[in-house]
């Protein structure tokens, strides 16, 4: 009977099998599980042996989740560090709004909307990018990615008129969505579930630290220099970023095999021949997934078991052709049944006994026979892994046979998944507050009474990015270090709603951010007050944005590049598009402090879903399951 609650969180009242629900840690709950497929005793483990790794990676060299931990950070880095310089374009201009009007004469909001219009290419590029990617693979899409980038930053420094600016913008934006919608599920890709958020954290740091940190650097070159040698620096940037990820960011597609589905050839024969030993009865109790199937000997043979001894001695020759060298699969505890290993004693299928060195001497004899055209035997052939001059390749083949304009509405139809429309909508007003910000900056800091300098405007991003460092530190460890604590508690199993807890601190520190800022700056209060409220904005803003993330991408792994598509394109185009029409008049005529207190009350009501999502998430996981929305339309 499947109990009712677990924690505060519903149990779907008829099956414990919900997808996203894993088995996480090591415990003596005997419950079943439906992402479980291998028998316990038989799951990879990391060294110490108390997670139980998910994705289970396969014996293969090539498998992402198999490359050295450097290999993998080193990935991470590269594409977190061009995610740093792509997602810093959307402020670029912040401090230089002023100069950019002067330049082509036309006002403040008329440069601002070249922002909005900049996110509304990000979410064009990522409708675009993301069934490419999944089609043909995220190396080519990426590289691909970084080419336009680099030639819109040309074409915004050399633009001659504000339309042209306009079309360089969105020309860009279409470059850098790349940067949004696909690293997400690059790390799902080549990290564990265990290692995720962590990850998650590293490359939300980068991405908003870029907000952060760029306009800082632009303001310095706008101050000494132009607006316009600020594009040819970041385009001489993205030049060396597109070295970067030819060099270090291979493809990380990978079909990994059902695992604990197909066991080896003859673990499949004990097992069917087991049957016929007089224990079926035991056998028909216990819950084993093993395939069973007849094996026919070779002409004059009796048709006998085989003996565990040759399948360990197959299976230690096989494990010695392959090891995994961070993670271990456990020993089985020595009073624990094994369910396919033949007695000592078993019998013909005509009823005779017969001895185990007969049976080994079978299994010599049978291999030396020729076996049935029909037979499916798992040999275990050398593998040699990829080198580096062959993951240099860009364009891998066509990875997934399916319909580019089916797999390009997925996005749209996750707006129908409650886990995902959640994380849309606190990714959307996390990343998006800290756009609506820098295009206030220079309206606030410039006036009376700070009369700042592009400079000192520019310095002022200082505190945004400490506040990002510290979230980000936040979200990641402690994220994971609660995750862990509930699964504990939990019987060693994970729900994705453990990660929705985080929705206090996000709800608290980016309304109270929001509510102090424009308060602080109508009231005239000293500068670091308003500069202080920034930093608890974006603080609270990178833990929104990573909780989202690692809520939707856990929820639904097998849709995790559609799934940021769905949260980028809502960030873009209606929250930053749609702000960017109307936010600086809105500023202009009620004053910072009564629209920042109407954000801060939008924010907090919105992060109110929360606890329903927290309560109900489970069974809303198993609806959608049921309902099969993505194969109905796709």
Known sequence: MVKNWSLGILEDPETTEVPGTVLLLTSTTQEPLGLDELPREEQKRTPDGTIILNPQPDD?????????????????????????????????????????????DVSIPDVALTTGLFMMGLGIGALISSPTAIIFGKRPVYLFGVLIFLASSIWCAASKSY?????????MGIGVSPCESLPSATIAEIFFLHERAYRIGIYTLLLLGGKNLVPLVSAAIIETMSWRWVFWIVAIIVGFNLGLLFLFVP?????????????????????SIFSHSGSSKKKEKSRSRRTSVDVLPPDGIARLPVTSDAIEGV??????????????TPEKPKDEIDEVSPPKEVYKMDGGKTSRASLDEYVLKAAAQPLPSNANI???EPVTPKTFTQSLTVYSGILRHENWLKVAIRPIILFAYPAVLWSTVVYSLSVGWLIVLSETVAHIY??????????????????????????????????DIIVRAMSRANGGV????????????????????????????????????PTFFFGLI?????????????????????????????????????????????????????????????????????????????????????????????EKWT
């Open 60 to 104: 293969h060299p090539d498998d992402p989740l198999n490359w050295a931990s450097w290999r993998r950070d080193v990935a991470l880095l590269c594409l977190g560090w061009h995610c740093l310089v792509g997602g810093g374009q959307t402020p670029v201009l912040a401090a230089g709004f002023n100069d950019v009007a002067k330049t082509f």
């Open 163 to 171: 339309g042209s600016l306009v079309a360089g913008r969105i020309l």
């Open 251 to 271: 493809e990380t597609f990978w079909v990994r095999t059902p695992r604990g589905k197909s066991p080896s050839f003859l673990r499949r024969a004990s097992s």
């Open 315 to 328: 299976e230690q020759e096989q494990k010695a052709d392959m090891k995994h060298a961070h993670f271990v």
């Open 378 to 380: 798992e040999t275990a």
């Open 446 to 479: 410039q006036e009376h009474p700070y009369n700042f300098s592009r400079l000192a405007t520019g310095l002022v991003y200082l505190s945004p990015f400490i506040g990002g460092i510290i979230g980000t530190a936040v979200a990641g460890k402690v994220s």
């Open 494 to 529: 994970y729900e994705p709603e453990f990660r929705l807890v985080m929705g206090i601190p996000v709800a608290i520190a980016t309304a109270i951010g929001l509510m102090g800022f424009g308060w602080s700056a109508q009231e005239r209060d000293n500068w670091m007050v």
């Open 538 to 630: 974006s603080f609270g803003c990178s833990l929104g944005s990573t909780t989202a993330i690692t809520f939707c991408v856990d929820s639904y792994r097998q849709y995790a590049g559609e799934a940021l598509v769905t949260l980028n394109f809502s960030k873009n185009v209606f929250h930053g598009l749609v702000f960017s029409l109307f936010f600086n008049r809105w500023l202009e005529a009620d004053g910072s402090k009564t629209v920042f207190l109407a954000l801060g009350g939008i924010h907090m009501a919105c992060l109110l879903f929360t606890i329903p999502l927290y309560i109900y998430g489970k069974r809303l996981r198993m609806w959608t399951t049921r309902a099969k929305l993505m």
